[in-house]
Structures are given as C-alpha cells and as structure tokens.
C-alpha cells in the first residue's frame, strides 16, 4: 500500500531563517505530487505540483521554491522565511495514469510558525 | 475558469441531527467531485468521491453526496450527526482540462456538532 510521510511535524523558525520541508511517497512509482499550504482561518492554497522529476510548476509567486530530487520525494524551501509563511503545509500525491481523474491523498502536514 | 463554493464556512448541528454541506461546481464540462474532511492539525481524508458513475454516491463514517448536473451541485449529507463529525470539509472539483491533475478546492465548511 502507499503511504506518504512529512517531516517535520511542526517548526518554529524565526524570520529570515531558511526553510526545508520534506516529502516522500512509498509504495507507487512516477506520482503527481503536490504542496499546499493553510493559512489560519483561510482554505487551501495550491503551491507548486509536479508530474516528474525536474517538472515543477509553480502555482503562487512568492519566496518559496520546491524541488524534486528523486521520484518521490518532493521538498519545499525558502532562502528567507517571511512572517506571511506561518501556516500548515501538506503535501499530497496522485496517480499519475488517472491525471484530474482521481482523488489526491494527503500527508499528515507540517506546522510552519515563523517569529 | 472553474470553481468551487460551499456554502456556509461554519455549520452547528446538533448531535443526531442531519448534516448538510453544500457544495456547487463552475465547469463547463461537469468535473470529478470529490469531499474532503480534515481534523484538527491533521491532513485531509477523503471521504467519497464521484466520477461520473452513480450520482449517488455513499462514502465512509456514513456520509453521502448527490451529484446534480441540472444544478451544479454536490451536496453533502449525514443522517444523524455524531460528535466525532466536528472536523472542516472540503469539497474539490478535477480540472479535467489540465493534464497535470489538479484539484480545485471549496473554501472549507467547519462543523461544531453540540450535544
């Protein structure tokens, strides 16, 4: 079966410090994989997403980056963390044969604090 | 360009009573439709799903969901609201046009269930 692990849990940085969040997925090969980030109060915001290893496409500018180093496994950076970078962010994976055809399953998320 | 609007950020129901969520789809081709819970600090579950099968569709913890092309709807039902049901939903659309399967994601229903 497939299961996709995050880490860290939660994270308290302070602002201008850098970020990594990591990702990975087991039990499925080539997934679609995705970063979302929840404000407080506020809904899901799509980040970046990508169907392969160096095909990354960013959704919202900003001073975040992602990478994908490997299948799968899907990391999201920053140089210098931003107040406005506080929330909860969840990676999630899809087919990729079943492309807007299936559901997207969701890692547990990091809890992003930035002072 | 599609979109997704639930109805309602925050719904109270009382425990044994009806839930009832609401969600509409903008698409010009009707999309997959898929409704999401998410616990506190935990990432997202889904709960059913609709891919152009029955319009009817059951999903766990007892909810179900009716798809209605004629009104763009796809609502979210439980009989008899228990208290483990306090949680935010979701409900999302596929992009059947975009080949990178994304999802399009509501704003988030939460529920409070009293006793």
């Known amino acids: 079966s497939q299961t996709i692990h995050q880490w860290p849990a939660t994270l308290v940085q302070p602002v201008g410090s850098p970020l990594s969040l990591e990702c990975t997925v087991e039990?499925?090969?080539?997934?679609?994989l995705y970063w979302y980030r929840q404000a407080a109060g506020r809904g899901l915001q799509l980040l970046f997403y990508?169907?392969?290893?160096?095909?990354i496409s960013s959704e919202v500018p900003q001073n975040l980056s992602a990478s994908r180093p490997q299948d799968r496994q899907f990391i999201l950076s920053s140089k210098k963390l931003l107040l406005s970078d506080s929330g909860f962010y969840l990676c999630?994976?899809?087919?990729?044969?079943?492309?807007?055809?299936?559901?997207?399953?969701f890692g547990p998320g990091t809890r992003l604090t930035v002072l | 360009a599609q979109s997704v609007t639930q109805l309602g950020s925050h719904v109270s129901v009382s425990e044994g009573a009806l839930v009832l969520l609401r969600c509409n789809y903008s698409?010009?081709?009707?999309?997959?439709l898929f409704w999401y819970v998410q616990y506190p600090n935990q990432g997202l579950q889904l709960l059913l799903k609709?891919?152009?099968?029955?319009?009817l569709v059951k999903g766990i913890n007892g909810f179900e969901a009716e798809f209605k092309k004629s009104e763009t709807s796809f609502h979210l039902t439980k009989p008899s609201a228990h208290m483990s049901d306090a949680a935010e939903y979701f409900c999302a659309a596929s992009i059947l046009t975009d080949s990178w399967g994304k999802l399009q994601f509501g704003a988030g229903t939460q529920v409070v269930v009293t006793p």
């Open positions: 999630a994976w899809s087919p990729p044969q079943l492309r807007g055809r299936d559901e997207q399953f």
């Open positions: 698409s010009s081709v009707p999309p997959y």
């Open positions: 609709y891919t152009s099968a029955a319009t």
């Open positions: 039990g499925t090969s080539n997934p679609n």
């Open positions: 990508s169907i392969g290893i160096d095909q």
